[in-house]
């Protein structure tokens, strides 16, 4: 079974300020981790993914998530935020053997201001 | 990527009415889902929508409540009958693109309000 857990539902920073944005799992099995992200209004945009291959995964709209086995973790970060980021950010997990089922977190709203 | 787009884009309904809800996908996808997402709170599968055969449906849900057919490989319909308004959420899709075998794409969603 696959559990992600989200800490913090609510993160404000400034233009300009790093973004980081944690998110934490659990699995029985190895896992496929994933960022999404909701802007208002409308569906989920895959922001970036881990698939077993490199640990630390590049994504669209400059960010990155670091996959951390000894710390069961995959945060978000961005060096430098921009109003245009102010979005729902869901973390997600599934099984890597064969298709297993999505299990998102409760999600972080981040709120970006000037 | 797989293009995943939903119609109707939102609605206000009666409570005691049904509404079905399509998704259409731009390529063949090996599986589609549809989920719910509540005010305020993340996402919860449904069910998963099988070509030419009944749903999966997750723990909690029905197929009285929610009905889904998926005639095709790029098409599946989810209705939400005798709706009340704790039905009021937004419905997403998404469907699971066979060369990304590992990444679900999602639809726009549909956002129902029921009065």
């Known amino acids: 079974a696959q559990s992600v857990t989200q800490l913090g539902s609510h993160v404000s920073v400034s233009e300009g300020a790093l973004v980081l944005l944690r998110c934490n799992y659990s699995s029985s099995v190895p896992p496929y981790l994933f960022w999404y992200v909701q802007y208002p209004n409308q569906g989920l945009q895959l922001l970036l993914k881990y698939t077993s291959a490199a640990t630390l995964v590049k994504g669209i709209n400059g960010f990155e998530a670091e996959f951390k086995k000894s710390e069961t973790s995959f945060h978000l970060t961005k060096p430098s935020a921009h109003m245009s980021d102010a979005a729902e950010y869901f973390c997600a997990v599934s099984g890597a053997t064969g298709f297993q089922k999505l299990v998102f977190g409760t999600g972080t709203r981040l709120l970006v201001s000037p | 990527s797989a293009v995943i787009s939903q119609k109707p884009s939102r609605d206000i309904c009666q409570r005691g009415t049904s509404l079905t809800i399509q998704c259409q996908v731009d390529?063949?996808?090996?599986?589609m889902f549809w989920y719910r997402q509540q005010p305020g709170q993340s996402l919860t599968l449904i069910a998963t929508?099988?070509?030419?055969?009944?749903?999966?449906?997750e723990s909690g849900f029905v197929i009285d409540k929610f009905p889904i057919s998926r005639p095709n490989l790029t098409f599946s319909t989810l209705t939400v009958s005798n709706m009340s308004p704790e039905d009021s959420s937004i419905y997403l899709c998404s469907g699971l693109d066979p060369s990304l075998a590992d990444t679900q794409y999602f639809g726009p969603g549909t956002r129902l309000t029921v009065l």
């Open positions: 929508a099988n070509q030419g055969s009944e749903a999966t449906y």
């Open positions: 390529s063949q996808v090996t599986m």
